[in-house]
């Protein structure tokens, strides 16, 4: 899984990018301090895996990954070269989501570039800048395609379609707006790689004080919230200022600190479930002596296809896959016994994997 992070300048974006991958980005009180796009990969935090390691002595451990990209902060006329943000933006087109940090908290040691905070004024600015790089993108290719439309049907009918996606980003709204159950179009589509189809996670970047109860209380997070809610995004609230500190401690003084401010987890478990939520991800595991590892498939995914995470090989000669439930594996100490109590399954070609689910595939090539 793999994320982009924007956002104003100064909202806190280097900050929370620092926490979440202890990368130790710049992070200054002035705009542009992030000149270069940071990338940083940071594990999933997932109890499961250290159990399965020891209770199979497992000699290594590999965890699911998700991979952050951190650009420059976009500014309004970002697009017209404003800033230095936009020439920065083809670095996040290949993410699965955009992780959008939005400042919900006052402090006037904080400069905020447009001289007071405003969340959703904010978001909309990036958004705007998101829709200019995007028909950009989409004008190229029109220019492109239109030359062979009067004599080839398929260059005929993705013209068509962009011209319908150009309309929707001169009227102000996200391409993830056009909706279509043709495979060509898909196909296109995704070849264009457009930031403003991809999911949004909007991060709610708040105070030390409006931590503890998620931010319930804070007028900012609030609107961002109903925002979020009419377009179908995911919101986690956080204090990106905080993260950082949590970020350098140790496991055990980390859950401590977390227990006296109220919290049940950091940051970082926030901001990967609402990640998995949306893009509607899920974790099977695999274990035994050698490896215990985690691997991210999306929901609904049958178990051939889920075997092909692993290795193409074990899609090509699929025969079957053996099932436990995670829990069920646990509770009874080993699959010999699981087996003996019938909690391991022999399933096919079209069982679809569950989340947790410990799978044993079966293949011949």
């Known amino acids: 899984m793999k994320l982009g992070i924007v956002g104003l300048p100064n909202v806190g974006k280097s900050t929370l990018f620092n926490s979440l991958t202890k990368a130790g980005a710049e992070a200054a009180n002035y705009p542009f301090c992030t000149i270069d796009p940071n990338v940083g990969v940071v594990t999933v935090p997932d109890e499961r895996l250290s159990v399965l390691t020891d209770m199979y002595q497992s000699k290594r451990t ?5 991979e952050f990209v951190d650009i420059a902060g976009l500014v309004k006329g ?8 936009n020439q920065f933006l083809s670095h996040i087109r290949e993410t699965d989501a955009i992780v959008h940090v939005v400042r919900c908290f006052d402090d006037a ?17 990036i958004n705007l800048e998101l829709i200019f790089a995007d028909l950009e993108t989409v004008e190229r290719r029109i220019s492109r395609v239109a030359k062979g439309a009067s004599y080839d049907k398929a260059q005929a009918k993705e013209c068509e379609m962009l011209r319908k996606i150009k309309e929707l980003l001169e009227n102000g709204t996200k391409a993830i707006a056009y909706e279509t159950d043709d495979e060509d179009e ?12 991809k999911p949004v996670i909007y991060a709610a970047n708040v105070s030390d004080d409006d931590i503890a109860d998620d931010g319930v ?7 961002v919230r109903e925002f979020a809610a009419a377009e179908g995004s995911e919101v986690f609230v956080i204090c990106a200022r905080l993260e950082e500190e949590i970020s350098e401690l140790e496991e055990d003084e980390r859950k401590e600190f977390l227990t006296e401010m109220g919290l049940e987890e950091a940051g970082l478990e926030k901001l990967i479930r609402a990640s998995y939520h949306l893009l509607g991800l899920i974790s099977f595991l695999t274990t035994g002596p050698d490896e215990t590892r985690a691997w ?3 929901r609904g995914m049958k178990a051939p296809q889920a075997a092909g995470k692993i290795h193409t090989d074990f899609e090509r000669g699929f025969i079957r896959a053996e099932v436990v ?11 010999l ?17 569950k989340d947790g689910d410990v799978i044993l595939f079966r293949f011949n090539v």
């Open 217 to 223: 209380n804070n007028a900012y997070v609030a609107k």
């Open 296 to 298: 991210t498939i999306t």
């Open 186 to 197: 898909n196909v296109w589509l995704r070849g264009y790689s457009l930031l403003t189809r």
């Open 325 to 335: 439930a995670y829990d069920d594996l646990v509770s009874c100490g080993s699959m």
């Open 337 to 353: 016994a699981a087996k003996e109590k019938g909690l391991v399954r022999s399933e096919g070609k079209e069982y679809v994997v």
């Open 109 to 125: 040691n904080v400069i905020h570039v447009d001289g007071a905070v405003d969340p959703i004024r904010d978001i909309e600015t």
């Open 78 to 85: 970002a697009s017209k070269g404003e800033g230095l943000g």
């Open 62 to 66: 590999i965890p699911a990954v998700v």
